[in-house]
């Protein structure tokens, strides 16, 4: 069973669309993330939510909205894509702040044409 | 801010060699730190941890030391292995949130 599960694993998209990846964990966890790891691998958090309730919001472009309907999903909209939204974005989860560390989905390798 | 700062790659070694990716971090108090290791076309997955100073984290042959006073968790396996190949990425947590270094490229060549 996989503990943390992203989809779609590609996306290939024209600019301006409107895009959504979704995230779900069956770890019991009550904190999920989305990064976005950039063409040279770094790796950028973007929002957290504990239960339900967003905790981080990195400075990221207001285009992009996450939704958590409840502690096991947290979804990430993105509107009007650019090009410079392709990379590939991790949904993650914890029990917690992180201390013991966070389970990771395989990611989402978005392409923006 | 919390910060990562770890050596830069690409790292290219030969099998049965000695591995070093050094890490250094900036934090205002204590933190947690990690080694992760991504595999090509994977997620991130949790190599090793350790909670506070002098603990030594091992996984899979891999060690690190919390080392608070050069505020150092260096990443060290005595004999690599092709299997090995993928990106090592440094990480504290503290304030409810991972810090990630820039993640360092290690290619094993048989």
């Known amino acids: 069973d996989t503990a943390v599960s992203q989809t779609p694993k590609y996306l290939v998209t024209q600019m301006g669309n409107d895009k959504s990846i979704k995230c779900e964990q069956n770890?019991?966890?009550?904190?999920m993330y989305w990064y976005k790891q950039d063409s040279k691998k770094f790796l950028k958090i973007m929002f957290s939510?504990?239960?339900?309730?967003?905790?981080i919001n990195e400075t990221v472009p207001n285009r992009f909205s996450p939704k958590s309907p409840d502690k096991a999903h947290l979804n990430l909209h993105i509107n009007s894509l650019e090009l410079g939204d392709s990379a590939v974005y991790f949904c993650?989860?914890?029990?917690?702040?992180?201390?013991?560390?966070?389970?990771f989905g395989s990611g989402t390798r978005l392409t923006v044409v | 801010g919390n910060s990562v700062t770890q050596m830069e790659g690409p790292v290219t070694l030969s099998e049965e060699a000695f591995l070093t990716i050094n890490c250094t971090y900036t934090?205002?108090?204590?933190?947690?730190l990690f080694w992760y290791v991504q595999y090509p076309g994977e997620g991130l997955q949790l190599l090793l941890k350790a909670t506070k100073a002098d603990d030594k984290g091992s996984n899979k042959g891999f060690e690190a030391t919390y080392r608070k006073e050069t505020t150092s968790f260096h990443l060290e396996k005595g004999s690599v292995q092709v299997s090995d190949s993928a990106v090592y990425f440094c990480a504290l947590s503290e304030d409810r949130q991972l810090t990630f270094g820039s993640g360092t490229q290690l290619t094993v060549l048989p």
């Open positions: 770890l019991g966890h009550d904190t």
């Open positions: 993650a989860s914890s029990q917690g702040v992180s201390t013991y560390g966070s389970t």
């Open positions: 934090a205002t108090g204590y933190p947690s």
């Open positions: 939510y504990n239960n339900k309730e967003l905790i």
